[in-house]
């Protein structure tokens, strides 16, 4: 039996719900002219077999809708069978004994907290209603009534009770989301040791591979390049063959590096005078072709005045260059070095012609040379002397053979600075065939000496007797201003300008004697040398 109270909401008699002890009891202001009700207890009543509950609980709908908020109560029944069937004379479920939980029930209270504020969630809601679902039976004490409200879900109840909570068993979460709940955890750890690659690779657990990138368009995959005629490696593939490096070691153990080509089948090769001259009175010259071969070759004859000098390889392995004509080079043309630079074998450089009819002397010690060169911007180092300066063609038009160094510095200590200076291949290939020839070279002269300290011209110091000087009527004093309509500023502007021409022609000189111009034709002698 329970006790209730009266509610003045409706004018009906409500159950009070169970109420926590720590909330304080509810009060109202009843009017004045309203008698308070006391506690009602309704007289006890016999159970009624057939449908499992008292003929008080049907007498007072009230309690109905209380047990009916508390979905949880009947919940907790349903999940156990085994109650059940310990009474055989219940035909429905039944509640389970107060203390089959944890902790017991609340005890019975007001139905505060169990009411809504609304009129629809109020004892109308759960009370008998007028119209009940035919075949309805409840099957324990103090089960709501249905309705038959088209669409009406009861709320839940606003106080869970233990035994619901006892009595709820979540379902399995599915297998898929398991499964991508291990592999994410799995992940994690691996991620934080191995990095986030090995994660990404764990997490692929759920039994999809791999997610293939997309294909981007090809790149890389362009025409094979071809070596296209008169290009830098056309020329270089056509004349590293037939370039050598050459070691050179003296006789008072001095030693040095330069470089040479190829000028003929029977394995003579061409090369600067300064880097053989060391092995002129004893010693060795080593020849290294292009392949790695090694070989001792031959002074077959040098020539200082012109920085030029020719060895041999009998049976050398490599093929010969052709010459150009250097007299019809242009100044801006492109063209190619190649040789040797600081022991560096096969190094090719490119530039232009920057100058032509370049004033130069070089030479070893106690053995000056007089060019008149190409001047190049192609990059020309120590070891690059005696190595070819070739057209874009790929045929040689000079010797490479010195460069211009900073004023002040120091012999040897100065690399290229874009000024490269090599001999005329057309006076370097007259005085190979001397060389190859005889052993020698000649040179032509005037038969004077001239000041070399001497600036604004070439001054006569001194006239051999006899000579192509003295016929021509020159003087000591006279200065030279031209040779053949060509300015002569500089003793070695004379001395190279002469040295263009073979023995024998003749030239034109202009000259000043006394402040007067003069002219004389002199007919060019010869040296060995």
Known sequence: MRRGTVSWDDAEPTVRTPRDPADPEPTRELPADRPVAGPVVPPAAPEDAASGYSAAQQSDPGYAGAQQSDAGYAGAQQSDPGAQQSNPAVSALTPPPSQAGSAPLAAPGGAAAYRQSERSMTQRSFGRPEQVEPGFRPVYQGQAWPTQQPGYVPPPPIDWHQQQARAYTPAPPPKGSRVILIAGIVALVIGLIAGAGAAATVVALDGRGPIDEPAGPPIGTGADPKIRSGSVSAVAQTLLPSVVQLKVEGADNSNGTGSGFVIDTDGHILTNNHVVSA??????????????KTATARLVGRSPAYDLAVVQVSGIDAPSVQFGRSDLAIVGQDVVAIGSPLGLAGTVTSGIVSAKNRPVTAGGEGEISYINALQTDAAINPGNSGGPLVDMNARVIGVNSAIATVRGAEEGSSGNIGLGFAIPIDQARRTAQQLIATGKASYPVIGANVDMRFEGGARVSEVTAGSPAARAGLRTGDVVTSIDNQTVDTAEALIVAIRTHRPGESVR????????????????GQQTG
């Open 509 to 524: 000189l202009v000259y000043q004697r006394a402040g007067k111009a003069r002219q004389a034709t002199v007919t060019l």
């Open 279 to 292: 092995a002129a009175q004893g010693g060795s010259i080593q020849v290294v072709t292009q392949q790695g």
